[in-house]
């Protein structure tokens, strides 16, 4: 059957307001919109203004109300505890409610902001729910993440409350949440009165008596006492979320989604992009600290009715490389939303794919890949193994919906590997050189969305609207700059190539390597640094770092690197995936100081490259070239 999609497209192109009006209808709203979009609000424009609306309703209450009380909403498989847990509509509503009382009772209300701090388990949807529920802001932070950086996302949202949990499980290691917690809170300048813990069976943990509330006991109260909370009315330009991604500096950007746009593009997805029914099974393996669990373990599914499944564990290793297809049988997945990282690593346990055909894959219907580039030898041996369409996509924490994919629900479109395929109505991509000018079609530039951005896309950054214009909209008017490179061929398609910032991509997660620099320059011995991101097999990318020692120390060599690395593992964190530093003589610099970062990626990923005209002294990248083959990189 021939796809829709350039139908679609143009109707689109051709009445944007008409297009999300119609989208719209989708949702419940307590007030309609005085208009679909006001140009003249916010910074670029906002979406559904004057309109009310509640997105836990949406994604919670309205399915209780329409007869999928009974229907499974969220099934939590944890591989790590080999436990699965299932919540019915009621049943979540039941424990949103609840939490939700505990909130209120607390002194949370509307607008104010909630971190949520915790694991892989159901409870983080819960809490998610619940602040949607009052009005609150939550702002999830990924548990790999150290007590400083959740000590910077703290100070940012300023939070009234904070949700966390006594543990995390990785394999081979328990993560004591609570130290860490306490550790941020110590460390935050903004003070933190309120904690809800949860504690798992796993490790227990002390509550500091007047400011730790026992997530298990608030939410047991308040169920007996029959609490219920209902859903507040917010505007549908109020924020639901903020979640910080990484910039340039160590200072992430606060992302701000709102509540109405987010809806309206979520809900549209499902069908028209993924191609999902409502009371389908869909999951996203990725984390609730993510955007894509934000979309696509809770809010997405849910709005459209579908039962989601919150997984805890690893592609491999959990126990085995056959996991990821027990659970596509044990709960009926039609789809299933990973990164390209997760089927390098099933891949490289399993090459054959001789786990696969032990499990009843009928259900399942489509593989989507994103986070990061979907290499074609992953794609193909993923469609070779499965059998079903592998679909790679591409988008951002900013947009929080796919600016590009093949659409399934509308109609697939010939498969280009290496390409993310088509964009998708709202997303007026083009790609322009570095003045600002139109490329011609297969030449790479910068990419970037014309404004307006569609509704789900951020609206601002939080409390930093001039961060805002000057990260994404300052250097190429009437455009959102990307900050990715790429080109768009003969036929439409988009080609996303590499980031234009110094933003890498490990394992799907998006990293600062500017942030990772301002570590390394704190340790007392390092004089000067460089982070660079080195192609790795399994995770796309692995930061590499480069430091010039202060003269005169005479320490070993060897110690000083151990310690930067626990020192980087400390102050970001295990997800910072940080393992290599290089000591050299001196950096590689331009004549005016730049330090050529680029020529020594291309060096350490074994990539032709040029002696740049601007470099102050040669014979430092031979230096260079020395000392990662004595570490056996790039060779
Ligand atoms: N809490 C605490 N620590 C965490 C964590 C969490 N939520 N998540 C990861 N970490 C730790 C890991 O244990 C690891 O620690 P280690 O250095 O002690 O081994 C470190 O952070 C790096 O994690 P990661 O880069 O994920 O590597 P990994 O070896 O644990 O797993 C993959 C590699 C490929 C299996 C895993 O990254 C994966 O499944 N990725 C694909 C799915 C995904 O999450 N994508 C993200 C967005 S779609
Ligand atoms: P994040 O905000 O963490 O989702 O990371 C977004 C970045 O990941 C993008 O700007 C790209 O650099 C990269 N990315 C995400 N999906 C893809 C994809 N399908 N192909 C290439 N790069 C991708």
Not at 287 to 303: M, T
Not at 328 to 343: D, K, Q, R
Not at 353 to 370: M, N, Q
Not at 449 to 476: H, M
Request: hydrophobic residues 45%.
């Amino acid at each position: 059957m021939a796809s829709r999609y350039h139908d679609v497209y143009d109707s689109w192109k051709r009445d944007p307001e008409g297009f999300w009006a119609v989208a719209a209808k989708a949702i419940d709203w307590v007030k309609p919109a005085d208009k679909v979009f006001d140009e003249t609000a916010g910074i670029y424009g906002r979406w559904f203004p004057g309109a009310l609306c509640n997105t836990c309703h949406n994604a919670v209450d309205r399915h209780v109300e329409n007869g999928r009380a009974d229907q499974l909403a969220l099934i939590h498989d944890s591989a790590m505890t080999g436990t699965v847990r299932k919540f019915t509509y009621a049943e979540l509503q039941a424990e949103v409610t609840a939490l939700a009382a505990v909130l209120v009772d607390q002194g949370v209300g509307q607008g104010d902001r909630v971190i949520i701090y915790m694991p892989m388990v159901a409870e983080a949807a819960f809490a998610m729910l619940a602040c949607a529920r009052i009005g609150a802001i939550h702002s999830v932070v990924f548990g790999g993440f150290a007590a400083r950086e959740l000590a910077t996302r703290i100070d940012d949202a300023t939070p009234k409350l904070i949700i966390s949990a006594s543990c995390g499980l990785e394999p081979g290691r328990t993560v004591a949440y609570k130290p860490l917690l306490d550790g941020a809170i110590d460390l935050a300048r903004h003070k933190v009165e309120r904690t809800i813990i949860l504690k798992r069976p796993q490790l227990d943990c002390e509550l500091v008596p007047g400011r730790d509330v026992d997530y298990a006991q608030g939410v047991a109260a308040a169920k007996a006492a029959g609490r219920k909370i209902d859903c507040v009315p917010v505007a549908a330009t109020d924020p639901l979320y903020i979640l910080y991604t990484s910039g340039t500096t160590g200072q992430p950007k606060g992302v701000v989604r709102d509540n109405g746009g987010h809806m309206v593009m979520l809900h549209w997805s499902m069908k028209n992009e993924f191609g999902i029914d409502p009371g389908e099974v869909f999951w996203a393996a990725s984390d609730v600290g993510w955007v894509v669990g934000h979309s696509y373990i809770v809010y997405a599914p849910l709005l459209a009715g579908c039962t989601t499944v919150l997984f805890e564990g690893k592609p491999v290793g959990t126990p085995d490389a056959g996991t990821f297809w027990r659970v596509i049988a044990e709960h009926g997945v039609a789809s299933l939303f990973t990164a390209p990282t997760a089927f390098r690593a099933i891949k490289k346990e399993d090459p054959r794919g001789e786990f696969v055909p032990k499990f009843d894959l009928s259900k399942f219907r489509t593989l989507f890949l994103a986070g990061e580039r979907a290499d074609p030898e992953t794609i193909k041996w993923a469609e070779r193994h499965l059998g079903v369409p592998v679909i790679d996509h591409w988008w951002q924490t900013e947009t929080g919906a796919p600016i590009s994919q093949n659409p399934v629900g509308l109609g697939i479109l010939p498969v280009k590997y290496g390409s993310p395929c088509v964009p998708m109505p709202g997303y007026d991509v083009q790609v322009l050189d570095d003045a600002g000018h139109p490329v011609e079609r297969g030449t790479l530039g910068n990419v970037v969305l014309k404004l307006p951005l569609p509704p789900g896309c951020l609206p601002t950054l939080w409390n930093a609207d001039q961060r805002f214009r000057q990260a994404y909209l300052d250097e190429f008017p009437g455009y959102y700059k990307t900050a990715d490179a790429g080109y768009i061929d003969d036929d439409g398609y988009l080609f996303i190539m590499a980031r234009t910032d110094d933003i890498i991509n490990v394992a799907g997660h998006r990293l600062s390597t500017g942030g990772m620099e301002e570590v390394l320059a704190e340790h007392p011995d390092v004089a000067e640094c460089a982070v660079i991101g080195m192609a790795d097999a399994l995770k796309g990318q692995a930061p590499c770092g480069f430091v010039v020692l202060n003269s005169g120390v005479s320490r070993d060599v060897a110690e000083i690197e151990r310690e930067i690395v626990a020192l980087v593992r400390e102050r970001i964190g295990p997800v910072a995936a940080f393992k290599i530093v290089v000591t050299i003589k001196r950096l590689p610099k331009t004549r005016s100081g730049k330090i050529l970062r680029g020529t020594m990626q291309k060096i350490a990923d074994r990539e032709d490259w040029k002696m740049p005209a601007t470099i102050d002294d040669p014979a430092v990248l031979d230096e260079i070239s020395e000392a990662l083959k004595a570490r056996g990189i790039g060779v």
